[in-house]
């Protein structure tokens, strides 16, 4: 069992940056880690993924603005946000994927909320 726990949410204005982290209760080196992001009447949406080798993977809507990387010797992941956009605003949650499994851990969340 891994517990996930994000923090870095909060207000900022649009254009503006924050930077979320991810930081799990184990080794997160065979852990597949991705970012995905929900808000108010739609389904949660991947934002960007990180492989076990560094490769990474974005959401259309974030590509040139969002940045995830990892940290294997602090078992944390980070995401970058840049240039950050009202629609941006959602809950963003920590996900884990065991490489070999079907297995997954859920952070519990932190509100990104973009707005004037």
């Known amino acids: 069992q891994v517990q996930l726990v994000e923090s870095g949410g909060g207000l900022v204005q649009p254009g503006g940056s924050l930077r979320l982290s991810c930081a799990a209760s184990?080794?997160?080196?065979?852990?597949?880690m991705n970012w995905y992001r929900q808000s108010p009447g739609k389904q949660r949406e991947l934002v960007a993924g990180?492989?076990?080798?560094?490769?990474?993977n974005y959401a259309d809507s974030v590509k040139g603005r969002f940045t995830i990387s990892r940290d294997n010797a602090k078992n944390t992941v980070s995401l970058q946000m840049n240039s950050l956009k009202p629609e941006d605003t959602a809950v963003y949650y920590c996900?884990?994927?065991?490489?070999?499994?079907?297995?997954?851990?859920w952070g519990q969340g932190t509100q990104v909320t973009v707005s004037s």
């Open positions: 996900y884990a994927r065991i490489l070999t499994s079907a297995v997954g851990y």
């Open positions: 184990g080794s997160i080196r065979s852990m597949y």
């Open positions: 990180i492989s076990t080798g560094g490769s990474t």
